[in-house]
């Protein structure tokens, strides 16, 4: 018998909202301890412990694979090396806090910001925080004045694991996560205080450091505006955006169904949300999802997905599917568990060849794991298979999500369809290249 995940989803929110409710009824630092940042994406830390508030069942091995993985990320934090140009702008009305994604970032000593797709160059109003964790990155010499840049430095393997090793015979809890936060908050108040800045602006995923930094703006310059713009798209169990002690004044949605669950679900009022076109998703792109077998960033049970998978295609009819390739995500090129997942994949592909033709033209994604790029596709026009390993966290369901129709072919295998076009993402005909001007927008 197939399962309705409608109601246990909703049920998941409502507990894990009582959750955070009552830690902060006790004063407990929900705005920075990993603990409450509940997130549906499978094999994580966060989703464990999500788990372990909803009386599901973890295993050892999964408890200790958690731990090990949050410890590693907590200890592995050093120090920060900062590149401040010599000269800065008397006084800046905004303050981004942004992340450097690749080499590219910087074209011609310019930085270009991904989240915002937008040059610091046309925002001299605007200063750029820039924080990189990725060593492969080469660090440009910064010409801009309104442009800081912050690498993290990380403790080399043996002494982040002996950290580990340390904390978990000692039985300690004790986190040093907040290391980086503290860090980079010294450097906001600085410039908050120095250059008389109105508001504070952050490409937002809710992560603990960034609720640590608007809790403690918050606090120390209550006058100071602070943004949280949702760059990407919603997973489809958003429990790590419910509203808490530490989330920004106003967040800024890309989507009418995004604001709407916020309202509903997650404790924004009405006032807090703001829905504005989105500055990563735009009309006359080129997609480049379009007949694609798709990996998310998590997944699990690649068994479960290599069978679920087979038997999707074993259904289809001869020649009925366009030639598909596989894409991992950008993030886990190097994961040797996508990988090994892709080449599996491709494996099943080629003994079902007969399935595919060059001929058929249909726009078709096939999605796998916990991944919101499904919207994209579908505000696209493209049809969508999705292969979850976990539906319950990864699937979406009708009742959160109303303006999509949802089809379950088999326990872990469903298809979308939009009721509703341009309600999941407000794509915009332009680019804006000024962020001052798109808030207001």
Known sequence: MIK???????????????????????????????KYFLSSWPGTSENIQLRKILNLKVSLLDNLIAFTKTQFIDFRFSSLNKTIPQVLK??????????????EDFKKGKFYDRYFNMYAKDNLETLWIVLCDNKLIQIPKVREKNVILIREEFSNFFVTFAKIFYNFFKFSSKKNSNKLAISILDEVFKRITDHQVKNVILPYEAQPFQNYIFYNIHKYFPKINTYGCLHGLMPALPTIYIKRNGSPQKIIANGKTQKEILIKYLGWKTEEVKVLPSTRFFKKDKTLINQKILLSMHFSNSKLILSTLANYLKSCKNFSLPVMKIRNHPAMKKSKKHNLLAKKINFILQNNKQKFSEKVKKNISIFIGDTAGILEALERGLKVVHICSEPLFESFQKKIWKHLEVIRIDPNLFMYILKRRSMHVFMSNKKYKNLTKWIKA
Do not use: M
């Not at 909703?10 to 959750?19: E, G, L, N, Q, V």
């Not at 008397?90 to 080499?103: A, D, E």
């Open 4 to 34: 309705n995940y409608n109601n246990k989803q909703i049920r998941i929110i409502k507990i894990s909202k009582d959750y955070i409710k009552k830690a902060e009824i006790f004063k407990a630092s929900t705005h920075h301890e990993s």
């Open 90 to 103: 008397k006084r800046f009305k905004n303050l981004v806090i942004t992340w450097l994604v690749s080499n």
